[in-house]
């Protein structure tokens, strides 16, 4: 159920594009920033949390309510002068609007790139959603799911991960259960399931490379 404040927060950036800059850092306060579901996804990897949801209508809002290239400039302000949370619920208002414009398009892909740089797992989650899925390019979208799974977030993030693997991305995440197993190191589900799309040739030959890991 979407909250009140969100509802008028809307409303206002939908009369006032403009708005969103006073109203996007005050949703944690006002709404939360519980986990959606606390005990399934505690980190809000996968659902996201209160505050998330609440940006990502936001985002949406402006979208549907600017000119893109307006909308662009303010994502872009949002993101480089927001926290943590607030650069996660741009991301994630990315992955809510598919239908983005080219100056969108390519702020976002901007974003993203910069989110897949950090070491934060939920700024990584929600780098990897549909926005990824459909705008990236493969070699950038690859390394994402591979730093993805360096990092231990579930595969199940990731947006058309099933529609977009391809024998390339199962040989870097061979490789890298090669690399995890040589040291004594835990390799999960996720990495073998990425790594299962490989041919047995390809797979064999990975294990005697050292993959990279994702920036």
Request: charged share 25%; hydrophobic share 45%; aromatic share 4%.
């Amino acid at each position: 159920m979407t909250h009140p404040w969100t509802t008028t927060a809307v409303t206002e950036i939908t009369a006032e594009p403009a708005r969103i800059a006073v109203l996007f850092p005050t949703a944690g306060r006002t709404v939360g920033r519980d986990p959606v579901d606390p005990a399934g996804d505690p980190l809000g990897l996968r659902h996201g949390t209160a505050d998330d949801l609440a940006r990502e209508q936001l985002v949406a809002a402006l979208l549907a309510a600017a000119p893109a290239d307006t909308a662009a400039a303010s994502l872009s302000e949002l993101y480089r002068y927001g926290d943590d949370a607030e650069r996660r619920g741009v991301l994630r208002g990315l992955n809510a609007a598919p239908d983005q414009q080219q100056p969108i398009v390519s702020i976002g892909l901007e974003l993203v790139a910069d989110a897949l740089r950090t070491n934060d797992t939920r700024l990584v989650a929600a780098a990897l959603g549909d926005f990824a899925g459909a705008h990236l390019d493969d070699h950038a979208w690859r390394h994402g799911v591979l730093k993805a799974l360096f990092m231990g977030i579930p595969v199940d993030v990731v947006a058309r991960l099933d529609e977009r693997a391809d024998d390339e991305l199962a040989r870097m995440a061979a490789g890298l259960i090669a690399e995890r197993r040589a040291a004594g190191r835990e390799i999960n589900a996720d990495m073998r399931r990425v790594a299962s799309g490989a041919s047995t040739a390809a797979t064999a030959s990975s294990t005697t490379t050292t993959p990279t890991p994702g920036g």
